[in-house]
């Protein structure tokens, strides 16, 4: 069983819809949780990160953590074609300063 | 703030030379720094992780006689390929965090190709 389970998609919305990205994960270790995306041939960008459970906002988008059930959650508001990318979550904690990388989603946002 | 960048975006060599690239944290010092590797359509692999002045901590499976990263200051990180192969043909990619959290910002990435 791999640490972080993310559903590889492709996941194709219209342009305006809510988008829900989720990740699993088994180490109750994990102590901070990142998102970043991900454009083809460049570097992740950091989009949100939190360290506890509950809601953090940021914009469109929504980071949610639920250390008891071991879930993690992107929501992006009217979603936008630029926003058409693949979205890496990232837990970390478990040893100084790594994180362990989902296999990302590949998110499409079609106008 | 927070920006990292790599050098050069895209090298192609041929197959037995070596290549060096360069990660800098652009307005930030960066306690550590993480060399990952990707292939197309799949996810990061850490290679390894390195705190400046120390050497690097390699992740198993990872060659460290291949694979020579020196972080010499809190600016700059160099990840050297040694004898390259066309199985070294990858995309790789630098990331740094600071003293003061967990976040790794990345930088844009090094296509190698190796012919």
């Known amino acids: 069983q791999k640490e972080v389970e993310q559903d590889p998609g492709p996941l194709s919305v219209p342009e305006g819809a809510i988008v829900s990205l989720n990740c699993t994960y088994s180490?109750?270790?994990?102590?901070?949780f990142m998102w970043y995306r991900q454009y083809s041939r460049k570097g992740p960008e950091l989009l949100m990160y939190t360290y506890s459970s509950g809601n953090k906002e940021d914009g469109r988008f929504t980071a949610q953590v639920d250390k008891s059930s071991k879930y993690i959650s992107l929501f992006i508001r009217d979603s936008q074609p630029s926003d058409s990318a693949t979205y890496l979550c990232a837990p970390g904690g478990t040893s100084y300063g790594k994180l362990t990388f989902g296999q990302g989603t590949i998110l499409t946002v079609h106008p | 703030g927070a920006v990292v960048s790599q050098h050069p975006s895209w090298v192609i060599c041929k197959s037995g030379t070596s290549v060096k690239i360069e990660c800098r944290s652009l307005?930030?010092?960066?306690?550590?720094m993480f060399w990952y590797r990707q292939f197309p359509k799949q996810s990061l692999m850490l290679m390894a992780t390195s705190n400046e002045g120390s050497k690097a901590t390699y992740e198993q499976g990872v060659e460290k006689d291949k694979f020579l990263i020196n972080h010499a200051s809190l600016t700059l990180s160099t990840l050297t390929v040694t004898s390259a192969h066309p199985e070294d043909s990858s995309f790789y990619i630098c990331?740094?965090?600071?003293?003061?959290?967990?976040?790794?910002?990345f930088g844009p990435g090094t296509r190698l190709t190796v012919t």
């Open positions: 990331s740094a965090s600071r003293a003061t959290g967990y976040e790794q910002y």
């Open positions: 307005d930030f010092q960066a306690t550590t």
């Open positions: 180490n109750s270790a994990f102590q901070y």
